[in-house]
């Protein structure tokens, strides 16, 4: 998921606006204060963009893969505190450059469905990292794209594919006895409101298959699927595969 919390005493950053997640908790590690001795660390893997020499003036992905030029990193919070190196939010969201030609389903040849130029979210795991030009590429797969956001309100986002995009509901803010309860105790909803869908999977023959939700359903949804986003008024979004929500509630 998108929120990302170190440690047990940490500082909470103020909301962030747009494409980037809901929360960012950060405290100063150590080995020493995480319990683990220094030697641990000696396996540590620290993933770095594939470097595309300067002799290459051109990258042209090949097949249902679509090439984005990453947006940049944030550098301060929205209150203007800026924020070191390890605080710094990944983005999930960038601009397409050049898409494939696209893939064969069936006996259909279906082309990409985004064009260059587009603004797009993308799952944040998702392709390859590379470096062209002296900038900060994703080469990835056209069902890694969560859909198109041409503002910077992930409310605005229009998915792609059998992707879902929810508005998350409130957490509860007591127990069932009247308690009072803290950031930390407030159970993550797995309740929202569909804001808007997708057009559907292709099938075997190409064709769209209709979601089997529609923006107004109140849903149930995985706990632990999808990624996490906060608009500049500070309501949570999640944005999802279908086959992640489990059932409509009226």
Sequence with gaps: MASIRFGASSATLS???GLR????RVSSLSPSNLGLAKRSFRGLTVRAATVVAPKYTSVKPLG??????????EEKTVGGILLPTAAQTKPQGGEVVAVGEGRTVGKNKIEIGIQAGAQVVYSKY?????E?????HLLLKEDDIVGILETDEIR??????????????????????????????????????VVAVG???????????????TPGNTVLYSKYAGNDFKSSDGTEYITLRASDVMAVLS
């Design 156 to 193: 605005d986002l229009k998915p792609l594919n059998d992707r879902v995009l929810i508005k998350v509901a409130q957490a509860e803010e007591k127990t069932a006895g009247g308690l009072l309860l803290t950031e930390a105790t407030k159970e993550k909803p797995s309740i929202g409101t």
């Design 126 to 130: 998702a392709g390859t990292e590379i």
């Design 64 to 73: 249902d893969r679509v090439l984005v030029k990453i947006k940049a990193v």
């Design 199 to 213: 057009p559907g999977p292709l099938d075997e023959e190409g064709s769209r298959k209709p979601l089997s939700v």
């Design 15 to 17: 909301s962030f606006e």
């Design 21 to 24: 997640p809901s929360e960012i």
């Design 132 to 136: 062209f030009n002296g900038t900060n």
